[in-house]
């Protein structure tokens, strides 16, 4: 976003490793749980197991908040199960993936998506952050009522090849 954030805070992401089960990887990697704040810990510390599965801490991120995204944050909550969406990004050496981002709008996740390359999957919104963030919509939000155009007659368009509108009338 281009917009400085109102609200940021620090959290660090937790994946997930597993062997897997095809012949062209050798793990499948998934982001599985965000820890509230940055923990001390380098990025890539082996949490727990190792050899076919295993947990890291994969680094820090900051969810940060906008006030314009409250209706997209408030979609969220209202959800059976509000979560957070973690973006890895792919890279060249090992470990495979950093963190990109961590947010809370759906929409901005959806958006991390449209490169292809980029790594995304949510996680269960832990309770702390999910208190924040209504705090931040009871504090920012604001509803915007929907106002639907209107059409104005003006010159009939003709249609173009295909049946679809080609522009202006032609003269």
């Known amino acids: ?3 400085t954030p109102l609200l940021s805070f620090p959290v660090g992401v937790v994946v997930e490793r597993h062997k897997a089960t095809s012949p062209w990887l050798d793990f499948v990697w998934r982001p599985v749980s ?10 890539w510390t082996l949490l727990a197991g190792g050899g076919d599965r295993a947990t890291f801490y994969a680094g820090p ?4 908040l906008y006030r314009t995204e409250t209706a997209n944050y408030l979609s969220n909550l209202a959800s059976a199960a509000p979560c957070l969406w973690v973006v890895l990004r792919q890279r060249e050496q090992d470990p495979p993936y950093e963190v990109a981002a961590v947010t809370a709008d759906p929409a901005e996740g959806e958006a991390y998506a449209e490169t292809g390359s980029n790594l995304i ?23 915007r009522r929907f106002f639907k155009r209107e059409r104005h007659a003006g010159k009939a ?10 522009g202006g009338g032609e003269e």
Do not use: D, K, Q
């Open 1 to 3: 976003m281009n917009a």
């Open 34 to 43: 965000i820890l509230v704040g940055m923990p001390a810990a380098a990025p």
């Open 61 to 64: 991120a900051s969810i940060e």
């Open 121 to 143: 999957e949510t996680v269960p919104m832990p309770p702390p952050i999910l208190a924040a963030i209504e705090a931040f919509i009871a504090e920012h939000h604001v509803e």
């Open 157 to 166: 368009r003709t249609p173009g090849p295909g049946g679809g509108p080609r």
